[in-house]
């Protein structure tokens, strides 16, 4: 859909982020829809606007511009939309929820939910629906498919206009990186539990920007003193060369490597340690490396 055909105020994503507030005011006579390369990709709809374009005391007395206008907001964003009326009928569905539900007939107006809610794995989202109704209280859902691969959706229930919206989001993305992050955090957690190993990260100047306690108890200094200095320095003379110049071709060419040390402790002593390290990559850019010290047997 082309921004001359949303009704409403198109802006960029930058002039949105430094005019926030006026903005927001603005929403509650009109949509403001935000720009991603030239094409509307996000939409802020004040909730006072949107239940006045879908109050149907409203509608009755307006030419239809009204409605016309609530029609190409709702098809218009990526959250799945569906009023229904008092008695759990469908007053209006959105694209979006449409295409989700695989409803091919735009005009289902009418139709009890609980008809297209007719899987009984989903059963519970309308008795949900029907709590919000009977109670006014509004609530919130995180719901699982069991398709394959399974997708999340975070969907809330409230009162609107003369009837209940139903809003549905997929969050699937979103899941997927928090299981990510809990596996990785794990993962942290039992290494930093072995003795000898010892973990951090070093920025693009090879400087360590962050370190476990182990690195600080194989070099035998205090841990706030790791931070800030170059990885290179933690070895001894024998092989900071060699170490450096392998860090420095990890950060050009970011191909991983492992190599044989020795680390230098309390200024005296020395440790043999296998020094392993890759790019890591943050935000869809390398930046920096990550790297592992294991403690060798003498």
Do not use: C
Request: without cysteine; negative net charge.
């Amino acid at each position: 859909m082309l921004p001359e055909n949303l009704p409403g105020k198109t802006v960029s994503a930058t002039a949105f982020v430094r005019n926030f507030g006026a903005y927001a005011r603005n929403a509650g006579s009109e949509p403001i829809h935000i720009l991603n390369h030239g094409r509307p990709a996000w939409s802020l709809i004040a909730t006072d606007y949107l239940a006045r374009l879908s109050d149907p005391r409203g509608a009755a007395s307006e030419s239809g511009e009204d409605k016309m206008a609530l029609s190409l907001v709702l098809d218009a964003i990526p959250t799945q939309v569906i009023m229904v009326d008092r008695d759990l009928r469908v007053a209006r569905i959105n694209q979006a929820a449409r295409h989700g539900l695989q409803i091919h007939d735009a005009d289902i107006h009418g139709t009890p939910l609980g008809q297209i809610v007719s899987d009984m794995r989903y059963r519970f989202i309308l008795r949900a629906v029907e709590r919000v109704r009977d109670t006014g209280i509004s609530e919130t859902l995180e719901v699982d498919t069991p398709n394959s691969p399974p997708r999340s959706f975070h969907i809330k229930i409230e009162w609107f206009a003369d009837g209940l919206a139903i809003f549905s989001d997929e969050t699937t993305a979103q899941t997927l990186v928090r299981a990510r992050h809990d596996v990785a955090d794990t993962y942290e957690t039992l290494m930093d539990a072995l003795p000898g190993l010892a973990r951090g990260a070093i920025n693009p100047r090879a400087v360590i920007t962050a370190s476990s306690r182990a690195l600080a108890d194989l070099v035998q200094t205090d841990p706030d003193r790791i931070v800030g200095m170059r990885l290179s320095s933690l070895f001894h003379t024998s092989a900071r060369t060699a170490v450096a110049d392998a860090i420095e071709a990890l950060l050009d060419d970011k191909t991983p490597f492992t190599m044989e040390a020795m680390l230098q402790a309390d200024g005296t002593q020395t440790t043999p340690v296998t020094l392993s390290a890759s790019a890591n990559p943050t935000h869809g850019r390398e930046d920096g490396a990550i790297f592992l010290l294991q403690k060798r047997a003498i």
